[in-house]
């Protein structure tokens, strides 16, 4: 069982039972820590999400959470070497929706302290819009061991 806290109502918290034999589709997938890797593995893995019909009329949303998720572990966990291993699992469960666990070998960071792209000395920054995304476009968004594992649902 995974538990998610709502990105707009921390104190509201919901229970997620992913049973294995009740899934529709299961997807691992590791991928390099190159920003190369991340393109096509979000085109690999958006493909099945499309054709299993795991969230119809999101699609976008979760596509460019998972791009955005893969990216930050690209660039901030795996501090872009190819060498290092960043791991992807999708769940689909027709009356819950999809489950994304993105989880990167990085040092971890703590998501409290990522600054607000909203605030007036934040808005021409030419980066920190990564998880203010993910958070707008995900119905549920969690962190988990130390910020080095991102999990995301969208219902």
């Known amino acids: ?76 966990g795996a501090k872009n070497d190819a060498s290092k291993i960043i791991e992807c699992d999708v769940a689909c469960d027709e009356r819950r929706g999809v489950l994304i666990v993105v989880r990167d070998p990085g040092p971890g960071f703590d998501p409290a302290k990522i600054a607000d792209p909203l605030h007036e000395e934040n808005i021409y920054s030419n980066h920190g819009r990564g998880i203010y995304l993910i958070n707008q476009l995900m119905d549920e968004v969690q962190f988990h061991k130390n910020g080095t594992e991102i999990h995301m649902l969208k219902r």
């Not at 991928?31 to 099945?48: C, Q």
């Open 1 to 76: 069982m995974a538990e998610f806290s709502s990105s707009s109502d921390k104190k509201h918290q919901l229970s997620c039972d992913f049973a294995a034999q009740k899934l529709d589709l299961k997807l691992s997938v590791t991928l390099a820590g190159d920003r190369d890797a991340v393109d096509p593995v979000v085109r690999s893995v958006m493909s099945v999400v499309r054709e299993m019909g795991c969230a119809p009329g999101s699609e976008d949303h979760i596509e460019l959470a998972l791009t955005e998720a893969l990216a930050n572990a690209v660039v901030h």
